[in-house]
């Protein structure tokens, strides 16, 4: 038998070596790999962020019936597997479904659709803490100086700009993470729909590791930076 | 980057097709002559048949003829071809616990279980539905073994995952499973697996690819006339040409072998008499009931 367990770290080694050689090389795929995940899931997180934010600040700011279930169901969205997500909106996104008849499925727009509905409930649940903890006395202070509704929620939300930052970084970390809806709902098509995620379980399956590795690194990278800047604006706050 | 200036043709295609690269080269040929976007999404033979019922798909690329003869019978699929043939193997570790190298399949299936409720080798099998998993429960009930029964049992392991995983796991079980050749050399070349070859030839292990459209009246918005451009690009010079080239520089070897010209010019009687066993339907690969006018592909 050839020895493929005793030249495992070998391989390992070899792997990262080649992987760096493509990040430095500025291996136009890889580049345009890592773009696409960038603008998919970043297009995707500004899409979460039309619903997720007068929605965080609504259930943030009000008192109603029901606002602390509300606020669990949130919670709990939080953990939604993707391929579950991913299978719920192409069954909407299918030719037979609701709005198939838009044929988004298998383009990027199918796979922005999919990553903000799943990154909604983190920005909600992040939005509306961060809205919660604000003094309660600012929204009466304005109030009181004769702010109108939507100017008190201007000025909460003035208030808890870090904590809303916070849940955009997050929720943009989860999209650029996640590979179930990308799969699901892109396809994985080369030049199109292929981001980050998608292709290392491919070349994965294909047995190319070399690009596997460069590409998870990249990731890695990405998802850190983004977790710093988070962990920055934590330390300011 | 793909814009929407060019038609579009989704093709549901089987995973050992897709990860071997060959739909990558004959995107690239493919796309030079038509001005057409080719979207392959790479998943298994009852999956991406799946995707074309519901229209999600114009195209299918599949492995399992009874599975393709009900989408015919169905009303889902029109223009079938059959584009490419190899052969499955029976992949194991090189010390053949059930010593089954050059057996048929039928005997090396055999002593797998014999050996295999000894305790002494294990069998993985696919266990997603797709192409090569049908074949596989072909062969067990070939020799008159349910496959329900078998999986009760604790040597039988269900990977539910595509081939080159699958590999994987009966490469770290040092166990036996059912491969198509082209994963197999391409996993077995690039040093990922040390698993052997031991049974590959006969008619049982026979592996025909086919090609087929999507009946537009069921789903009027998919692109039929690009399925048909593809279609008759496979079955072209060029394109059998691509599939008998791929490989060759890699492997020394063609992973499929193009059967346009095989069933044509019937030059070797034995194997187009399996091919027609095997993969056509009441004596044709396309009954003309799902020709569809286009006579042309079935002269």
């Given amino acids: 038998m050839r020895p493929i367990g005793e030249n495992m770290?070998?391989?390992?080694?070899?792997?990262?070596?080649?992987?760096?050689?493509?990040?430095?090389?500025?291996?136009?795929?890889?580049?345009?790999?890592?773009?696409?995940?960038?603008?998919?899931?970043?297009t995707a997180t500004l899409l979460s962020v039309l619903w997720s934010l007068p929605f965080g600040i609504t259930i943030g700011l009000r008192r109603f019936p029901g606002k602390n279930f509300v606020k669990s169901i949130?919670?709990?969205?939080?953990?939604?597997?993707?391929?579950?997500?991913?299978?719920?909106?192409?069954?909407?996104?299918?030719?037979?479904?609701?709005?198939?008849?838009?044929?988004?499925?298998?383009?990027?727009?199918?796979?922005?659709?999919?990553?903000?509905?799943?990154?909604?409930?983190?920005?909600?649940?992040?939005?509306?803490?961060?809205?919660?903890?604000?003094?309660?006395?600012?929204?009466?202070?304005a109030k009181t100086l004769g702010a109108s509704e939507l100017e008190a929620s201007v000025a909460v939300l003035n208030e808890s700009k870090d904590g809303v930052l916070l849940a955009i970084i997050s929720g943009f970390n989860r999209a650029i993470a996640e590979l179930g809806i990308a799969l699901m709902l892109g396809g994985s098509i080369v030049g199109w729909t292929r981001v980050l995620t998608t292709t290392i379980a491919l070349e994965t399956g294909r047995g190319n590791l070399t690009i596997a590795i460069a590409l998870s690194i990249i990731l890695l990278l990405i998802v850190s930076a983004v977790s710093t800047l988070t962990n920055l604006i934590r330390r300011r706050r | 980057m793909q814009t929407f200036s060019r038609d579009r043709l989704?093709?549901?295609?089987?995973?050992?097709?897709?990860?071997?690269?060959?739909?990558?080269?004959?995107?690239?040929?493919?796309?030079?002559?038509?001005?057409?976007?080719?979207?392959?999404?790479?998943?298994?033979?009852?999956?991406?048949?799946?995707?074309?019922?519901?229209?999600?798909?114009?195209?299918?690329?599949?492995?399992?003829?009874?599975?393709?003869?009900?989408?015919?019978?169905?009303?889902?699929?029109?223009?079938?071809?059959?584009?490419?043939?190899?052969?499955?193997?029976?992949?194991?570790?090189?010390?053949?616990?059930?010593?089954?190298?050059?057996?048929?399949?039928?005997?090396?299936?055999?002593?797998?279980?014999?050996?295999?409720?000894?305790?002494?080798?294990?069998?993985?099998?696919?266990?997603?539905?797709?192409?090569?998993?049908?074949?596989?429960?072909?062969?067990?009930?070939?020799?008159?073994?349910?496959?329900?029964?078998?999986?009760?049992?604790?040597?039988?392991?269900?990977?539910?995952?595509?081939?080159?995983?699958?590999?994987?796991?009966?490469?770290e079980h040092s166990a036996y499973t059912l491969a198509d050749m082209g994963t197999y050399l391409k996993y077995y070349h690039e040093n990922l697996i040390t698993l052997k070859v031991l049974v590959s030839q006969g008619q049982p292990l026979l592996?025909?690819?086919?090609?087929?459209?999507?009946?537009?009246?069921?789903?009027?918005?998919?692109?039929?006339?690009?399925?048909?451009?593809?279609?008759?690009?496979?079955?072209?010079?060029?394109?059998?040409?691509?599939i008998n080239n791929y490989g060759q520089e890699m492997y020394g070897r063609s992973l499929l072998y193009p059967a346009v010209e095989l069933l044509e010019e019937e030059t070797d009687q034995m194997l187009i008499r399996w091919i027609r066993e095997y993969a056509f339907l009441n004596g044709y690969e396309c009954p003309p009931q799902y020709h569809d006018g286009h006579h042309e592909l079935y002269n």
């Fill in chain 1, 9 to 42: 770290f070998g391989e390992i080694l070899e792997g990262l070596r080649k992987a760096i050689e493509l990040i430095i090389s500025v291996d136009p795929t890889v580049v345009q790999i890592t773009l696409r995940s960038i603008y998919i899931s970043g």
């Fill in chain 1, 74 to 141: 949130f919670n709990a969205l939080i953990g939604v597997p993707t391929v579950a997500l991913g299978l719920v909106v192409y069954l909407i996104l299918s030719k037979q479904g609701l709005l198939g008849s838009l044929h988004l499925l298998y383009s990027p727009l199918a796979i922005m659709f999919g990553q903000a509905l799943l990154i909604t409930p983190i920005m909600v649940s992040f939005i509306a803490s961060a809205v919660e903890a604000v003094d309660p006395q600012i929204i009466d202070l």
């Fill in chain 2, 10 to 171: 989704v093709v549901s295609t089987t995973t050992s097709l897709f990860d071997t690269g060959l739909l990558d080269e004959i995107e690239t040929h493919f796309e030079k002559t038509y001005p057409i976007n080719l979207n392959f999404i790479s998943v298994g033979t009852g999956l991406a048949i799946t995707f074309a019922e519901r229209g999600d798909a114009d195209m299918i690329l599949v492995h399992a003829p009874s599975k393709e003869f009900q989408f015919l019978a169905e009303g889902y699929g029109l223009c079938r071809k059959i584009i490419a043939y190899n052969f499955f193997t029976i992949v194991g570790p090189e010390t053949d616990p059930a010593e089954i190298e050059g057996l048929s399949s039928e005997e090396a299936l055999t002593k797998i279980i014999e050996v295999g409720r000894n305790g002494e080798a294990k069998w993985i099998s696919r266990g997603d539905d797709s192409g090569t998993h049908t074949k596989e429960k072909e062969l067990w009930t070939a020799i008159s073994f349910d496959i329900t029964m078998l999986q009760a049992e604790n040597w039988y392991i269900e990977a539910g995952a595509g081939m080159g995983k699958t590999l994987q796991i009966t490469e």
């Fill in chain 2, 207 to 242: 592996n025909v690819y086919s090609a087929i459209a999507v009946n537009k009246t069921l789903h009027p918005s998919t692109n039929f006339d690009g399925a048909v451009s593809l279609i008759k690009f496979l079955v072209s010079e060029e394109g059998q040409q691509i």
